[in-house]
């Protein structure tokens, strides 16, 4: 069965350090979303992205975040700047044609912020 | 604002009771669906059940079913024969499509459903 994944699983970076997230859709979704969750808190949507851009973004996506896919196949989250707030776990998911369709979650990376 | 409310932080029963997990949302559209994930200590989530709103009939998957309420906006979901492997955060979320091009989930804040043997 296709699933999503992401590497790596769990990343430690000292303040300030820049950070790539990465994630693998399903091969044949069109629409790329991350997600994260701050360690006993609920899941906060970050970004969705569809046909090479970004379709939307909550506050929390400010300009140390970026989304990219360079290659067709991943689907990449940057942060520039790590802060000690970053701490959380990030979700990739994807979902196909129609938003209503299920989105199909990743693992995670859990991201540590020294 | 769309937002969705679980009002239970965690909840425990017994294996093999039935337990209900409730959750609140507000929208002033017709037109979304609603879903239950299961994030086990692993972290993963994973899709339980949906419901799509214009749908009146309650969705099941096994042992997984859903009161859906359009009305109250209430979407409980309930777990029969509960079983130790559903030990988990609940999350109930929320989706509402064809409104610009919001296509985010919104999230409760999770109920943490323990199965003790």
């Known amino acids: 069965e296709p699933e999503v994944t992401q590497t790596p699983s769990h990343q430690v970076t000292q303040m300030g350090q820049e950070v790539i997230l990465r994630c693998v859709p399903i091969s044949n979704h069109l629409y790329f979303y991350w997600y994260r969750q701050i360690l006993g808190q609920k899941v906060e949507f970050l970004v969705s992205f569809y046909n090479n851009e970004i379709s939307e973004k909550s506050e929390i996506f400010d300009d140390q975040f970026s989304v990219e896919r360079p290659d067709g196949s991943n689907f990449t989250l940057k942060i520039r700047s790590t802060k000690l707030e970053d701490s959380a776990m990030y979700f990739c998911a994807s979902s196909g044609l129609g938003v209503y369709n299920e989105q199909f979650f990743g693992p995670g990376t859990r991201l540590t912020v020294l | 604002a769309q937002t969705v409310t679980q009002s239970q932080p965690e909840m425990s029963v017994q294996e093999a009771e039935t337990v209900t997990l409730s959750c609140t949302y507000d929208?002033?559209?017709?037109?979304?669906?609603l879903f239950w994930y299961k994030q086990p200590p692993s972290r993963q989530m994973i899709l339980v059940i949906r419901?799509?709103?214009?749908k009146q009939q309650n969705a099941t998957e096994n042992r997984f079913s859903v009161n859906f309420q359009k009305a109250a906006k209430s979407f409980s979901l309930k777990i029969s024969d509960s079983q130790l492997g559903d030990t988990a955060m609940y999350f109930c979320?929320?989706?509402?499509?064809?409104?610009?091009?919001?296509?985010?989930?919104?999230w409760g804040a999770g109920t943490k459903l323990i199965i003790k043997p």
């Open positions: 979320a929320f989706i509402q499509p064809f409104m610009d091009s919001n296509y985010q989930l919104i």
């Open positions: 929208t002033s559209e017709n037109n979304y669906y």
């Open positions: 419901q799509e709103a214009y």
